[in-house]
Structures are given as structure tokens and as C-alpha cells.
């Protein structure tokens, strides 16, 4: 399902420098650049709060609609967040313009769909290695996230980046043998296993009443 094209309102930020962006900072607003297509940086600002309720219902992973005074001034993607070390505030966003029929690249969520037999069956433990796969396609077309069927997945099983089915128009980025999900024994599981396959220690048998014999 392609993405929805999200409206983020933003201003237009007339001075730049660590002062300036430090007092946005302090009245709750993100200093924010748009670039791309050749066309000059625009420096920009935005609510700190509006940002980051898109951000939390959306992901931002499809086309913002940049508004200023209730009238479009650029669609663009979300390219890059910088986040307060301690605090994780959003201090800096950047965006790139695009068209909406433009072919872009962007990282996309993953969704597992349906339940691993290696984790219903037997007791697995199916670990997500990466949330996001990175395709390229017609930005009005961004899917939201991808969907992975993990209905065959059994136990030391595991599904790469080349095995995802892509919506249409859309081709792969990331490196296909690229493990985004597995399934694995779980800790007890894989003692049992280990516990099961470990050589045994071989001893002689004693047998009594022997008297050892000693060399001079």
C-alpha cells in the first residue's frame, strides 16, 4: 500500500549558527535544511512536537509536504535526524526535495506477517535483525513498510533481503544476502542440543581387588 503524502508546516529560518539554532532550540522549535535538485540549501524550522508526532505515526519513510502559511512550498523526504545524546530531542532535521513521480531511494520498515513454526513448534526464539530495507522506486509509491511472510520459517531458518517480494515498480538496495530475520534454538534448547552431541569422556574400568604395578 503506498505511503500517504504527510503535511509537516515549517517556517522559513532567516539567520543560521550555533546561536541561532540554539535559541529555536529553546523555544521548542528544530532548525531543519532542505536541499537537492541542484537548487540552493533552504534553511528551515518547525515545531519540535509536530515533528515528532509524525515521526511516531508515520515513521516519515514517505513524501512530506512542506507548508508554510497554508501554501506548499517543496515535497520532500526525511533524510537525516540528530538527536540530543542524552536527552534523544531532535536538534537537527534534513530533508531532500523530490518530485512525487521521481524515483527515489528510501529505507522502509519491515513487518513480519503470520507465526514462524520454528517459534510456535518448537519453541524458537526469531530475531529481527534489521528493521528497515532499503528500496528504490516512484516516491508517490512508497509503501509504508514492507510485509515479511514468516509462516514457513522453522527453526535455524532465515530470511534475506533477496527473498522479500517488493510492490511493484520498486527494486532492491540492500544486498540481497543480506539476513534480515532468523530463527534460532532457544538457550535452553541449544544446552540440551550441545549436552546431547558432547563426546563423553571415556574412563577405564576399575577393577578391584588390582594391584597397581610399580616400576622401580
Same mark, same amino acid.
Given at each position: 500500500?503506498? *505511503?500517504?503524502? @504527510? !503535511? =509537516?508546516?515549517?517556517?522559513? +529560518?532567516?539567520? *543560521?549558527?550555533? %546561536?541561532?539554532? %540554539?535559541? =529555536?532550540?529553546?523555544? &521548542?522549535?528544530?532548525?531543519? !535544511?532542505?536541499?537537492? @535538485? &541542484?537548487?540552493?540549501? +533552504? @534553511?528551515? %524550522?518547525?515545531?519540535?512536537?509536530?515533528?515528532?508526532?509524525?515521526?511516531?505515526?508515520h515513521e516519515t519513510s514517505g513524501v512530506l509536504t512542506l507548508v508554510h502559511a497554508g501554501k506548499t512550498i517543496d515535497t520532500a523526504l526525511l533524510r537525516a535526524v540528530q538527536r540530543h545524546p542524552v536527552t534523544r530531542r531532535v536538534i537537527h532535521v534534513d530533508f531532500q526535495r523530490v518530485g512525487l513521480n521521481e524515483a527515489v531511494t528510501a529505507r522502509v520498515p519491515i513487518a513480519t506477517v503470520g507465526v514462524a513454526p520454528g517459534v510456535k513448534e518448537f519453541g524458537g526464539v526469531m530475531d529481527l535483525l534489521s528493521h528497515h530495507i532499503e528500496i528504490e522506486g516512484p516516491a508517490d509509491q512508497l509503501p509504508e513498510h514492507i510485509d515479511i511472510d514468516v509462516s514457513e520459517l522453522g527453526v535455524h531458518r532465515h530470511i %534475506?533481503?533477496?527473498? !522479500?517480494? =517488493?510492490?511493484? &515498480?520498486?527494486?532492491?538496495?540492500? *544486498?540481497?544476502? *543480506?539476513? =534480515?530475520?532468523t530463527v534460532e534454538a532457544s538457550k535452553t534448547a541449544r544446552q540440551v542440543e550441545e549436552s546431547a552431541t558432547a563426546p563423553q569422556e571415556q574412563l577405564e574400568p576399575e577393577v578391584l581387588g588390582q594391584k597397581s604395578e610399580i616400576k622401580a
Open positions: 500500500m503506498p *505511503t500517504k503524502v @504527510h !503535511v =509537516l508546516p515549517v517556517e522559513p +529560518r532567516e539567520t *543560521t549558527g550555533t %546561536s541561532s539554532a %540554539s535559541a =529555536l532550540r529553546a523555544k &521548542g522549535m528544530v532548525p531543519a !535544511v532542505l536541499y537537492g @535538485h &541542484g537548487d540552493a540549501p +533552504r @534553511h528551515l %524550522s518547525m515545531e519540535g512536537r509536530a515533528f515528532e508526532d509524525l515521526a511516531a505515526r %534475506s533481503a533477496g527473498d !522479500v517480494k =517488493l510492490p511493484k &515498480g520498486f527494486r532492491l538496495v540492500t *544486498t540481497p544476502d *543480506t539476513v =534480515l530475520i
